[in-house]
């Protein structure tokens, strides 16, 4: 059974940061990549950021100039994916969820609120 347990959310000014983690139970096996998506009140669940296993990333449109490249980031010997988010904007409020894709299925955290006031 895979586990994932976000962190790191909260309320923060517009402008402001915050840095978003997500730890995976089970070994790494199988594991192609972990992704970061949010889902606002009455829309979609969206990608945010994505790392693949081999360290490529991949961002939506909606943060790229805001979050660099390596805003997302991933330590492998602990199977844990990091997002640190800059520039914040109120339209970034969501909740944020981590994902991670083991051997073709996708697993999900809980999520975790963030909260951007102007």
């Known amino acids: 059974q895979v586990q994932l347990v976000e962190s790191g959310g909260g309320l923060v000014q517009a402008g402001g940061s915050l840095r978003l983690s997500c730890a995976a139970s089970?070994?790494?096996?199988?594991?192609?990549?972990m992704g970061w998506y949010r889902q606002a009140p009455g829309k979609q669940r969206d990608l945010v950021a994505f790392?693949?296993?081999?360290?490529?990333?991949?961002?939506?449109d909606s943060v790229k100039g805001r979050f660099t490249i390596s805003s997302i980031s991933r330590d492998n010997a602990k199977n844990t994916v990091f997002l640190q988010m800059n520039s914040l904007k109120p339209e970034d409020t969501a909740v944020y969820y981590c994902s991670e894709n083991r051997w073709g299925y996708d697993y999900w955290g809980q999520g975790t609120q963030v909260t951007v006031s102007s």
């Open positions: 089970g070994s790494t096996s199988g594991i192609s990549g």
């Open positions: 790392i693949s296993i081999g360290g490529t990333t991949n961002y939506a």
